[in-house]
């Protein structure tokens, strides 16, 4: 473990000791993490038909489970519940449970957003789609409880009530509904809803908007008395990387609000850039974006100057990755970490030197003390200790610990 950033940095004092209490001492013992506090996360969307059964992926898989320890899964209500009453909850909660089964931590997104919502839900009357909102959210909620307990609630509501885009002429029912009663309004039915049907949720709001009008929208929200347990900020980077002193910049300014702060939707391109004058990214259609060598050796530059700066950012308790593959990637663009082929960029191996060298304690042998003590320091996070056959299970948190431990042989 090389370069670990202080703010990452924990220790605890171990002292091992046998089932009848005597103290192991001058003992041989291995010390080795198992997972990163930090959520290292990705999109899951790929490994859906693999986590099914429907498709068989295995190197994807592994290639995504060597990196990560976070994905975000698709509730899209557009495509949740194309037709109204029949949600695809079974398959959502299959995939759910194979991410589960590999050690995953697991998020939702997102339970209210005005696109890629349900189209039979705009000809309904606001009262009405206020209600089947509400229905909605609880209902994800509540039956994913125990899988799924954290969740983007809301997402992009500075722009919600703004949103105008009715391509078959009804007016979108969510904008519509975020008019009526309003971002802070908005806010509280998702954050409501959702506690309602699953008061341990943690719940993010998650914006593109990272400017003033963000910031101020947060302040409303916190002083009408509504609980955020994250703040969710949008780094796509399709026209270029944004720079440690941005990403600093945005760090700092949001960090007063004295939350975790999940940086949710990152990418950088690895081919051309996208022009600076789009101003809405989805409006950038080309035939073709393809992964050039000089774009992939940029693109591993910057994915380890983006990880490394908000790693070590105090505030900043999540980072999840926008696609694992260019094959299906968001706007087509070469986004990924592997290539359509699914071999390797260089950006994933600059990743996997950051999480599985550079912050990770690999298996070491130390020896106890004569009072069966050993001083452990790492990055924060679930570690075990083996010693012969038996082995214990411990945590490194920010505050150091003191922690007696009796390793217990695995039946």
Not at 200 to 224: M, T, V
Not at 254 to 262: E, I, K, V, Y
Not at 387 to 402: R, V
Request: include cysteine; charged fraction near 20%.
């Amino acid at each position: 473990m090389t370069n670990l950033p202080s703010a990452r940095t924990g220790t605890a004092q171990l002292t091992l000791t046998s089932p009848t209490g005597e103290v192991l001492a001058d003992q041989d013992v291995v010390i080795e993490q198992t997972r990163h506090a930090f959520e290292l996360g990705n999109i899951g969307f790929d490994l859906i038909e693999h986590a099914t059964g429907e498709r068989h992926q295995e190197q994807l898989a592994a290639d995504w489970l060597k990196l990560f320890n976070t994905a975000t899964l698709p509730f899209y209500w557009g495509r949740f519940e194309p037709e109204r009453g029949r949600p695809h909850t079974a398959r959502l909660t299959a995939a759910a449970q194979w991410f589960t089964d590999h050690g995953v931590r697991l998020k939702g997104h997102p339970l209210v957003w005005h696109t890629v919502k349900a189209p039979w839900l705009d000809p309904l009357p606001t009262s009405e789609v206020e209600a089947v909102l509400r229905a909605r959210v609880r209902r994800e909620t509540h039956d994913f409880a125990g899988l799924v307990d954290t969740w983007d609630a809301i997402n992009e509501v500075v722009i919600m009530p703004e949103f105008c885009n009715e391509p078959d002429g009804v007016p979108n029912a969510i904008s519509r509904l975020a008019r009526e009663v309003g971002r802070v309004g908005m806010v509280r039915l998702a954050f409501g809803s959702a506690r309602e049907a699953n008061p341990a949720a943690r719940l993010l709001i998650n914006d593109f908007d990272l400017s003033e009008r963000y910031e101020q929208l947060i302040s409303e929200i916190l002083a009408a008395g509504v609980r955020l347990d994250a703040i969710g900020l949008q780094t796509h980077m399709h026209q270029g990387f944004r720079g440690e002193a941005q990403l600093l910049e945005v760090a700092d300014r949001f960090a007063r609000f004295g939350l975790p702060l999940h940086f949710t939707e990152t990418s950088l391109v690895s081919g051309d850039l996208m022009p600076a004058d789009v101003v809405d990214l989805n409006d950038h259609v080309v035939d073709h974006w393809p992964s050039t060598p000089q774009g992939e050796e940029r693109q591993a530059e910057e994915i380890e100057r983006h990880y490394r700066t908000l790693f070590a950012h105090p505030a900043v308790a999540a980072i999840t990755y926008w696609g694992i593959s260019d094959r299906g990637a968001w706007l087509g663009a070469p986004i990924g970490l592997l290539r359509a082929d699914g071999s390797r960029k260089p950006a994933y191996a600059a990743l996997d030197r950051l999480i599985n060298q550079e912050w990770w304690l690999a298996p070491t042998t130390v020896r106890t003390d004569a009072e069966g003590r050993v001083p452990v320091t790492g990055a924060h996070g679930d570690y075990r200790v083996v010693c012969g056959p038996a082995s214990a299970t411990f945590t490194i948190t920010p505050t150091p610990s003191q922690v007696r431990l009796v390793p217990v042989q695995q039946r």
